[in-house]
């Protein structure tokens, strides 16, 4: 089965991915970005805080609803509800929120005023890898762990490069961030397993999965799987190898927050290679990862 992909370049999706990089501390190569939209990042983070709203969580849902939702005040509204729940949304909340939400776009516009422009340049080398090399890699990898694990369809988002290659899997969503890089940023590590690596997460919140792992962990413990997964695919195709160095430098390369790299790497290696020989369920593989990474 081929995953239909739609392809979307978003001024508010690349403008909301910023300003949870910012937030959350990230080093943002994009330095004229970053400055601009320093001050509205804060005071939004700074709202959530007086409102007592999951940050995190917050976050998390804008960044993903902004790509598909351009009127603020229903953005506002409708990532409180995903937040808190309906019966705990307050519609002044929502308008502060709003606010905030048009002072970013703001601030981001001044910075990048032609980014559409500009991702649908940075896009034709990714479709074009994607489409040479992507539906044969997401084949091996269901070979390799299960045949419901890759989707019929996703959203593949892309977003302005302020990490200098990095993405988010929107499981809910079934969508992706991905920072729309003109250049592979590790030449061992072609753009387009990125992009297989974060499209074989979305499935994962699914019962037959993840019905054993607490659902906030369940990103963690997709993210993890499937980066040896993505590379034993890649190696079968001979793009790639499995090892402990090119499961590090993927790691760095596609900003996985890990703090103690040579151990993560073994881990996950020691991890893929049991299930691999006891040809075990993904899905028991996947929860003793989960309990792995505590």
Same mark, same amino acid.
């Given at each position: 089965m081929q995953?239909? &992909?739609?392809?979307? !370049?978003?001024?508010?999706?690349?403008? /909301?991915? !910023?300003?949870?990089?910012i937030i959350r501390g990230e080093s943002i190569i994009h330095r004229q970005l970053a400055e601009a939209m320093r001050m509205p990042a804060h005071r939004l983070a700074a709202e959530l805080q007086m409102n007592k709203?999951?940050?995190e969580r917050f976050l998390e849902h804008v960044s993903a609803l902004a790509c598909n939702?351009? $009127? $603020?005040?229903?953005? !506002?509204?409708t990532t409180l509800i995903k937040t808190l729940g309906k019966n705990n949304t307050d519609i002044h909340v929502a308008h502060a929120l709003s606010g905030r939400f048009a002072d970013l776009e703001s601030a981001f516009h001044q910075a990048c005023p032609t980014v559409i422009d500009e991702l649908a340049v940075r896009a034709e080398p990714l479709q074009n890898q994607w489409?040479?090399?992507?539906?044969? &890699? &997401?084949? %091996?990898l269901a070979q390799m762990t299960h045949a419901s694990l890759i989707p019929e369809r996703a959203d593949v988002v892309l977003v302005i490069p302020i990490l200098g290659g990095g993405g988010v899997a929107d499981l809910p969503y079934n969508s992706v961030r991905m920072e729309a890089v003109l250049a592979d940023p %590790?030449?061992?590590?072609?753009?387009?397993l990125r992009l297989a690596w974060l499209i074989s997460q979305l499935n994962l919140d699914i019962p037959v999965f993840c019905e054993r792992i607490p659902g906030r962990r369940v990103p963690r413990a997709a993210a993890f799987a499937m980066l040896p997964a993505v590379l034993a695919a890649a190696e079968e195709m001979g793009v790639a190898k499995l090892d402990q160095a090119t499961v590090e430098r993927a790691l760095v390369a596609w900003h996985v927050e890990w703090t103690m790299l040579p151990e993560i790497a073994q881990m996950l290696l020691n991890w893929w290679n049991t299930y691999r020989a006891k040809r075990s369920r /993904?899905?028991?593989a996947l929860t003793a990862l989960d309990r792995m990474l505590d």
């Amino acid at each position: 089965m081929q995953t239909d &992909l739609r392809w979307l !370049a978003s001024m508010s999706g690349s403008c /909301f991915y !910023a300003a949870r990089a910012i937030i959350r501390g990230e080093s943002i190569i994009h330095r004229q970005l970053a400055e601009a939209m320093r001050m509205p990042a804060h005071r939004l983070a700074a709202e959530l805080q007086m409102n007592k709203i999951d940050r995190e969580r917050f976050l998390e849902h804008v960044s993903a609803l902004a790509c598909n939702i351009e $009127n $603020n005040d229903q953005l !506002a509204e409708t990532t409180l509800i995903k937040t808190l729940g309906k019966n705990n949304t307050d519609i002044h909340v929502a308008h502060a929120l709003s606010g905030r939400f048009a002072d970013l776009e703001s601030a981001f516009h001044q910075a990048c005023p032609t980014v559409i422009d500009e991702l649908a340049v940075r896009a034709e080398p990714l479709q074009n890898q994607w489409e040479a090399h992507g539906p044969g &890699l &997401l084949h %091996v990898l269901a070979q390799m762990t299960h045949a419901s694990l890759i989707p019929e369809r996703a959203d593949v988002v892309l977003v302005i490069p302020i990490l200098g290659g990095g993405g988010v899997a929107d499981l809910p969503y079934n969508s992706v961030r991905m920072e729309a890089v003109l250049a592979d940023p %590790v030449a061992e590590l072609p753009e387009y397993l990125r992009l297989a690596w974060l499209i074989s997460q979305l499935n994962l919140d699914i019962p037959v999965f993840c019905e054993r792992i607490p659902g906030r962990r369940v990103p963690r413990a997709a993210a993890f799987a499937m980066l040896p997964a993505v590379l034993a695919a890649a190696e079968e195709m001979g793009v790639a190898k499995l090892d402990q160095a090119t499961v590090e430098r993927a790691l760095v390369a596609w900003h996985v927050e890990w703090t103690m790299l040579p151990e993560i790497a073994q881990m996950l290696l020691n991890w893929w290679n049991t299930y691999r020989a006891k040809r075990s369920r /993904f899905s028991l593989a996947l929860t003793a990862l989960d309990r792995m990474l505590d």
